[in-house]
């Protein structure tokens, strides 16, 4: 809970299966890493997946193929939290969540980077609750929206950049930005 430098390695088409997974809980857990690599392999939660709840500078990397499964995905949750990262890179790769995606609740400088890969979410929430200064990078990577995008919910200062040829954000539904948030 709040241990710093640890590692979880998924990799050569292995499978880790777990209800609800964290990763850096609480304020002095920082610098853990989770790396899913390899066709097959597979991190598959059965509730939410917490990457930097309220610990910083956590890292999820889903690479060459890999896939992770959650309901719920939050990338930096509280205000104690933040630097934590995720990074959805080469052919295939895909982080689903069948749930919301939260990138900065009320922590900042977040970053999820889609390179080559792809996130799927019901909705996307980057600052939802005040946090501010995430970001998320989309180039040449996929980010599908089955509902709605929110940008700034009560933040301010969080940024979309899609940038590259064959790089796709779509919405099923609506962006809304800026809803209280400035910036």
Excluded: C
């Excluded at 709040?2 to 990763?23: C, F, K, M, P, Q």
């Excluded at 599908?144 to 700034?152: D, P, Y």
């Amino acid at each position: 809970n709040s241990g710093s430098g640890s590692r979880l390695v998924v990799s050569n088409g292995a499978v880790v299966a777990n209800t609800t997974g964290y990763l850096g809980t609480n304020a002095f857990a920082s610098n853990n890493l989770a790396l899913i690599t390899g066709a097959g392999s597979l991190w598959t939660n059965s509730g939410a997946l917490n990457v930097g709840p309220s610990g910083s500078g956590n890292q999820l990397v889903v690479s060459n193929g890999a896939t992770v499964v959650n309901t719920a995905g939050t990338l930096g949750d509280q205000s104690s939290s933040s630097n934590n990262a995720a990074v959805v890179t080469g052919s295939g790769s895909l982080w689903r969540n069948s749930g919301d995606l939260t990138v900065g609740n009320i922590s900042s400088a977040n970053l999820l980077t889609v390179t080559n890969g792809a996130a799927v979410a019901n909705n996307l929430y980057l600052g939802r609750n005040g946090g501010g200064n995430n970001r998320l990078i989309i180039s040449a990577g996929t980010v599908v929206v089955t509902n709605g995008s929110f940008i700034g919910g009560l933040g301010s200062n969080n940024l979309i950049v899609v940038t590259g040829a064959g790089s796709l954000w779509t919405n099923g539904n609506f962006i809304s930005m800026g809803i209280e948030g400035s910036g």
